[in-house]
Every structure is written in structure tokens, then in C-alpha cells.
């Protein structure tokens, strides 16, 4: 059996190899090591896209994606029933949840002014100060899964009041279900979305959902660029009514010239939430476990239903 993985490093960070298993590094689509008949196990590059999944059909013999990356959107409904797509549910937790943080932050506390003003030499205290301030800000996390769990675990001791919310709510779990945000976005003063891309969370940050949110509020976008009505946040934004941080944008990525950029209110990273050092190490051992499950005919882990 033939593994293909897209790091070379990847041959020692994945762990031991079952007997008969031949691993492979196939960078790219386009870079493939061998003949791809016999690859039955696939690890795609991470953040792969439509030509890796066009590539999947050249696997004739593939049996499982396990992707590197927490969102699954690219590959639902895209690969043979007979394959089996795995997500990287839990690699991504700590860093994302960072992202999100100093996200939040670095708005609150002016960073993006200061480090405009910085190659001015302008010392900008007179005019800036004094900056909001975490504390006391009233927090509503849209996607309460490993992610939304970490989030919450390092925002609580910065004396906020959080509010969690799902697909499904879990009132055990005082996780709200989506048909509730009416009644929850008038009461957040920063919104942050987690949720995966599907059929479901596609548009669903609209202009009416916008509207809901209160004056001075913030919009963190960590989940997908789709999940927000582009059109709608930048006519929302231009008012200066709310303000928004985002690690993803639709499309993405964001064309130059395109209105957003120019936006004082609009944080922008490019899509690097989860691209940290620590990445390949956690990815791996999780590939290397989900292989050894695969080849002693166990049950695999993270596997996408449902389109997440």
C-alpha cells in the first residue's frame, strides 16, 4: 500500500509505518513520485484547493483524504463514496484561537493605528488614547466545536461574558442553536465566527444579520471567507458603524484594489490563522495515527459528515 503525503519531513513526523506501507512524498497535483496506482492512503497539501481535488481522480485505487486543514469545503461532495474524507479536527485549535485573540486585541487597543503612524515617527498618544479595553466586552462565538472550545477557554480569564453558539443547541452545555441569533447579536459587543463552510453558514453573516449588531461592535471572521456577504460587510463598513477583523475574505485571495483594503475599520490577515510552526508536527501525528487505524482496519477519527 502506497501513502503519499506532501512534506518530506512528514516521513518522520508521522510516526511508525505499518509493515507494507510505503510512504511517498508527492508535493503538489502536479509533482507525484511514483505511479498513483496503489496510493490508497492521501495527505493533500494543506489549504489545497480544486486542483488537488481534481487530482484525487487520478487515485484510482484511494481510499482516504486526510486533509491537513480544519475546513473541509473544497472536497464535500467532490470524491467516490468509496472514499472515506477525514478533516484535521483538533491541529488547528490552539493557534486559531490565538489568531482570534490578538485579532480582538490588537482592535481594541489601536494596534493597526499604531503601527500606521509608526514609519511617520508620530507619537500618537494625544490623539488615540484612551483605547477600549477587553474587559467587560460581551462575547458571542458562532461555532461551538474544538475550536469554539478553545476560544472560550482562553478568553474567560480576560473577564468577559461569553456566549456560545451552534447548529444544534446544546442547553446542557448552555451552547445556543443558530435560530436564536436574532435575540443574541443585539447583545454582543464583539461576534466571532467559527462555523464551517456549507450549504447552511454560505451568505449567512447578511446585511440583516449586520444590522442586528450593535453600534461599535466588532465581526471576527476565522471560519471562511463565504460564510460573510462580502457586498454587505463592505457597505456596513463604510458607515463606520461597526468594525471588522478577518483572516479570510470571498474571494480570496482579496484582489488588490478591491474597497476593503482602504477600510480603517477592517482588520486583514492572509489566511494564516493556522499556519504556524507547530503546525506539520500536530498535523502528522495525527495523520500518522489515523494511517495505523486505517491499516489495522480500525475505525478513523474526524471523519467529515455532513460537510464537517
Not at 128 to 155: F, H, N, Q, W, Y
Not at 293 to 306: S, T
Request: glycine residues 8%; charged residues 20%; proline residues 9%.
Amino acid at each position: 500500500m502506497k501513502v503519499w503525503i506532501p512534506h518530506e519531513q512528514g516521513r518522520e513526523l508521522i510516526g511508525t509505518v505499518p509493515d507494507g506501507v510505503v510512504v511517498e512524498v508527492a508535493p503538489g497535483p502536479d509533482e507525484l513520485p511514483s505511479d498513483p496506482a496503489g496510493v490508497r492512503f492521501w495527505v493533500p497539501p494543506f489549504l489545497a484547493q480544486a486542483d488537488a481535488v481534481r487530482a484525487a481522480a487520478r487515485l484510482s485505487d484511494l481510499r482516504v483524504v486526510q486533509l491537513l486543514s480544519a475546513g473541509a469545503d473544497a472536497w464535500v461532495g467532490k470524491l467516490p463514496d468509496s472514499v472515506t474524507l477525514c478533516d484535521a479536527r483538533g491541529v488547528h485549535d490552539s493557534p486559531t484561537a490565538e489568531w482570534v485573540v490578538a485579532a480582538i486585541l490588537s482592535h481594541l487597543r489601536s494596534f493597526p493605528t499604531f503601527a500606521r503612524a509608526q514609519p511617520r515617527h508620530e507619537w500618537t498618544y494625544s490623539r488615540v488614547a484612551p483605547t477600549d479595553e477587553l474587559a467587560g466586552k460581551r462575547i458571542l462565538i458562532i461555532g461551538a466545536g474544538s475550536i469554539g472550545a478553545a476560544l472560550r477557554s482562553r478568553l474567560a480569564p480576560f473577564e468577559v461574558e461569553l456566549t456560545m453558539a451552534a447548529r444544534t443547541a446544546r442547553p446542557a452545555e448552555g451552547v445556543h442553536g443558530v435560530s436564536e441569533l436574532p435575540e443574541l447579536l443585539p447583545a454582543a459587543d464583539i461576534v466571532v465566527l467559527l462555523v464551517p463552510l456549507t450549504e447552511q453558514t454560505r451568505g449567512m453573516v447578511d446585511a440583516e444579520f449586520l444590522a442586528a449588531m450593535p453600534d461599535g461592535a466588532l465581526l471576527v471572521n476565522a471560519a471562511r471567507g463565504p460564510v460573510v456577504r462580502t457586498d454587505d460587510l463592505l457597505a456596513e463598513l463604510a458607515t463606520g458603524r461597526i468594525s471588522a477583523a478577518a483572516d479570510v475574505t470571498d474571494p480570496e485571495p482579496l484582489p488588490a484594489g478591491h474597497p476593503l483594503w482602504e477600510l480603517p475599520n477592517f482588520l486583514l490577515t492572509p489566511h494564516v490563522g493556522g499556519s504556524v510552526r507547530g503546525l506539520l508536527p500536530r498535523a502528522y501525528r495525527l495523520a500518522g495515527e489515523q494511517l495505523r487505524r486505517y491499516a489495522a482496519g480500525q475505525p478513523l477519527i474526524n471523519e467529515v459528515v455532513d460537510g464537517y
